[in-house]
């Protein structure tokens, strides 16, 4: 008897020391954290005395009491219940408030200073310049900690909050993801660029403010990420000129300007060297293009690739650093015949714009056309101009399929698979535009074979339009994560999307929301809840515009 009580006694204390699960609806778990000593800051000014919050699966948990604190909003707890009440301060009338919109400002300007500093540094790299800001390193402490998991509910001005992240117990306080939480406090959280604070912005709500501030902010917001935009777009032309051409960036207001530009960096086809001479009617360029007739033999070495490639990108110059609606149209003049001649053989070329397209009549050019394609010479071409791309070398093989090409991309690392799907749409419409230029009617099957273990993507290139279901899959993803939810009042909405490629140039976007028009929340919201549905819904439609070059139709 003695020899089994002392075993149980024995089984017991073992048992003590091991993690366990408890099977109820309250459980304590040991998980792995990392702390690095973060400060919470809300408007700039630190929460006194907080918490020392920490990263847990991929988000940044808080001390709810500090969060609290911070926004100057009151909470009570009783049992595994918090109740949070704001003050009437997030009580918003969704008829005539413009808080919310401040809300949805702030988060995508926010976003686009982000996707703006990462860009310039790209940009800074490819001229071979230092970076902009200092990179920092996280001084990231890791922990194992017991946290308390299970049957904790928050309410929000009486109203239950349903959180992606599930509330968990620490420290004698409720810690949430704070992530999770922002959109029911109209706040934006940021990780400072040193990786030593959470910057919390309450957007003119949590704060005491007038209707004149509000409306201040709200113009302030929008003004911001209007020129925002425009920078971005300045910005990627700037990347394109740099990528694709390896030309210095130059913004041009005249054609003088112009003509100047090209005549300095375009002067040469091979060892051909050209007079660029240039007119403008309404949005139509047009170019005479002239040499001697003692460079006429050079003329006579070249093929038709290269005239088209360097017509191609005179073109992507003109449109990226003076028009982008620009229509060229112009010619490449025998030196035999004079200027004004009506002699049908005047011009070895001409070429015209078209649907974003360049059309050629090589008719009395007499150089002599390509029989076939040329895989061998289209990877030289790419080895040699296109084998770098954000920092990262890239290697390409080909073999012909009947008239198509198997193009396979071998990045010298699996960067490229890490990248948003910004980055990994860029390349393709640089690899697009760059075999356009040699090829124009020729279909691709292409895929990129990372080094490792990492999964290789396929696409498809066909009448300029660039496919992938890896990339489509990621989009929807992409779409889904960003534009799932929106607010009104202190209700939220969530909605789901899903997009189908119905053939070559048409897409179809279906987005389903999981409540009822005959919800109390969606009746409460009025005319502001069709707006905000219809606003999220807009940015997620637009965002798929921006990556895909199809007709797209919305349910």
């Not at 020392?52 to 500090?66: A, M, Q, T």
């Not at 912005?201 to 003004?223: F, K, P, Y």
């Not at 403008?280 to 006429?296: A, G, Q, V, W």
């Not at 993803?477 to 053939?503: A, G």
Request: net charge negative.
């Amino acid at each position: 008897m003695k020899r089994i009580v002392g075993f149980l006694l024995t089984l017991i204390i073992l048992i003590s020391f091991v993690p366990m699960v408890g099977q109820g609806a309250s459980y304590f778990k040991d998980v792995d954290v990392i702390f690095g000593n973060f400060k919470l800051n809300v408007n700039g000014k630190r929460i006194v005395n907080h918490k020392e919050p920490f990263l847990y699966d991929g988000n940044f948990y808080v001390s709810l009491s500090d969060l609290a604190r911070g926004l100057e909003i009151d909470m009570s707890t009783i049992g595994n219940t918090v109740y949070l009440d704001s003050n009437e301060k997030l009580n918003i009338d969704s008829y005539t408030s413009k808080l919310p919109l401040v809300f949805q400002r702030g988060y995508e300007v926010l976003a686009k200073e982000k996707f703006i500093e990462e860009l310039e540094e790209e940009i800074r790299a490819l001229e071979g310049k230092g970076p902009i800001w200092k990179s920092y390193e996280m001084k990231d402490i890791r922990k194992n900690i017991r946290v308390g998991f299970g049957n904790i509910s928050i309410y929000l001005d009486g109203k239950k909050l349903n959180l992606d992240e599930e509330p968990l117990r620490y420290n004698n306080d409720i810690y949430v993801a704070l992530d999770n939480i922002a959109p029911y406090l109209y706040i934006t959280p940021d990780f400072s660029r040193d990786k030593t604070s959470i910057n919390i912005d309450t957007n003119g709500i949590l704060v005491a403010s007038s209707s004149s501030s509000i409306d201040s902010l709200l113009s302030l917001r929008n003004g911001r990420n209007y020129l925002l935009d425009l920078q971005r777009e300045e910005l990627e032309r700037r990347k394109d000129i740099l990528v694709n051409l390896k030309i210095p960036y130059k913004k041009i207001n005249d054609i003088k300007s112009l003509e100047n530009y090209l005549n300095s960096y375009f002067y040469k086809i091979e060892d051909l060297e050209v007079s660029i001479d240039l007119s403008e009617t309404s949005n139509r360029l047009y170019l005479d293009i002239s040499f001697p007739t003692n460079k006429n033999h050079l003329w006579l070495r070249l093929n038709r690739l290269d005239v088209e490639g360097w017509i191609w990108n005179i073109y992507t110059a003109i449109v990226n650093l003076y028009e982008e609606d620009i229509i060229i149209n112009g010619v490449i003049k025998n030196p035999y015949y004079r200027q004004y001649s009506s002699s049908n053989y005047r011009d070895y070329v001409a070429f015209y714009c078209k649907d974003n397209d360049i059309h050629f009549d090589f008719t009395n050019s007499r150089l002599v056309p390509p029989d076939s394609i040329n895989h061998d010479y289209l990877i030289e071409v790419l080895n040699n101009n296109l084998n770098k791309y954000h920092n990262f070398d890239v290697y390409y093989e080909a073999e012909m399929k009947g008239d198509n090409l198997n193009l396979y991309v071998y990045p010298s690392t699996d960067r490229l698979s890490k990248l948003s799907i910004y980055y990994k749409m860029g390349y393709l419409k640089i690899l697009n535009q760059r075999i356009r230029t040699i090829y124009p009617n020729i279909e691709v099957f292409g895929q990129i074979i990372y080094p490792g273990d990492t999964e290789p993507m396929d696409f498809y290139i066909k009448d300029n339009k660039i496919r992938s279901r890896d990339l489509l899959a990621e989009t929807i993803e992409h779409i889904n994560k960003n534009f799932r939810h929106f607010n009104v009042n202190n209700y939220s909405f969530r909605l789901s999307y899903s997009l189908y490629e119905l053939d070559l140039m048409n897409f179809h976007i279906v987005a389903e929301g999981d409540f009822s028009v005959e919800d109390d929340g969606w009746i409460y919201g009025g005319e502001t809840a069709y707006e905000s549905l219809y606003s999220t819904v807009h940015y997620a439609v637009s965002t798929i515009a921006s990556l895909w070059d199809a007709n797209l139709t919305v349910d």
